[in-house]
């Protein structure tokens, strides 16, 4: 007689509890909805707090939830991540420094002290390119931490470096400055990196190069392709005008890359950068980066 068994479990994976499944990979273009409608309401969101309109945030802040919340919108920003959809930024940044010139090999090794020192804001893995390539001491950190290894920080509240041991050779701003919902706190956060990298032309700490502290930054390529108020000489212009100058760039259908050296000190303390329009059209999209006067 044979006994048939009731419900028996077709595969390893179907038998999983629920919290060890793989989240759901989410096509593409549901992935590109989802993180458009998180910075749209992001930005209503800052309009509303500059208001004072307390019940339009209340409001929004249910429609971000109803979204998923960050923590959707990171799930999405990770499917971006993945090899098929282009992999994770950091590759380019890497193939740079390679091609720059060879790696010495005592930064490709583990003494902590020959390893350049990265900031990465803004980070949602501790996978990538760069923690991958023994190159650099990473550290991350993000609004909404998702692992250990990620320090769950506010760039724009982190505490100043008290010495030049708190200084990085480095800083990562990968598909960060266009989360920022408005202009301002766009350009505070790019004077910000200032404060965090170390000075041009010091010792660096590994005879690397001369790609050194710099600050990489991504950006989707409409940022500065198809924007009312930005451009790629606009761009320039505000990073020479802190102290940056364009070592590399890229451009790919999706996404813009830039190493920005920092090479002197701000340039004019008390140099504003407006909202001004610089491409008309309805089919642009208003970003923008608005500097109102450096504290050098
Ligand atoms: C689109 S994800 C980018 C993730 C990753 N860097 C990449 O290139 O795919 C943007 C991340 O930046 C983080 N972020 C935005 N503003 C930040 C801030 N002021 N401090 C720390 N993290 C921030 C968000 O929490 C979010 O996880």
Redesign the pocket.
């Known amino acids: 007689m044979t006994i048939k068994r009731k419900g028996r479990t077709k595969n390893l994976a179907a038998g999983r509890p629920p919290t060890t499944r793989k989240p759901k990979s989410i096509s593409r273009k549901a992935t590109k909805a989802l993180?458009n409608s998180h910075h749209l309401l992001e930005k209503k969101k800052s309009q509303a707090i500059a208001k004072g309109d307390r019940a339009a945030e209340a409001a929004i802040d249910g429609e971000i939830a109803a979204l998923g919340g960050?923590e959707k919108?990171?799930q999405a920003?990770?499917q971006?991540?993945r090899l098929d959809r282009g992999g994770?930024?950091s590759h380019v940044l890497m193939e740079w420094i390679k091609s720059d010139g060879p790696v010495p090999s005592s930064s490709a090794g583990t003494s902590a002290e020959t390893r350049l020192k990265m900031l990465?804001?803004?980070?949602?893995s501790t996978t990538n390119m760069c923690s991958r390539s023994r190159l650099f001491d990473v550290e991350r950190?993000?609004?909404?931490s998702q692992t250990d290894g990620i320090i769950q920080?506010?760039?724009?509240k982190r505490p100043l470096p008290k010495d030049e041991s708190e200084l990085f050779d480095i800083i990562?701003l990968?598909?960060?400055l266009n989360?920022?919902p408005d202009a301002i706190g766009r350009g505070e956060?790019l004077l910000r990196t200032l404060d965090f990298l170390k000075q041009p032309n010091t010792d660096c700490s590994s005879e690397l190069h001369d790609l050194f502290p710099s600050l990489f930054m991504?950006l989707p390529a409409p940022c500065v392709t198809n924007s009312r108020y930005m451009n790629e000489p606009h761009m320039e212009t505000i990073m020479n005008t802190l102290g940056y100058v364009k070592a590399k760039s890229k451009i790919t259908q999706r996404l813009v890359y830039y190493l920005w050296i920092r090479k002197s000190p701000v340039q004019s303390s008390s140099a504003t950068f407006k909202k001004v329009e610089l491409r008309s059209g309805h089919s642009r999209n208003n970003f923008a980066v608005v500097l109102r006067g450096s504290s050098g």
């Open positions: 993180i960050i919108y990171q920003s990770l971006g991540q994770d930024s990465e804001v803004g980070a949602l950190i993000d609004l909404n920080q506010d760039f724009m990562s990968s598909l960060v989360f920022v956060m991504v």
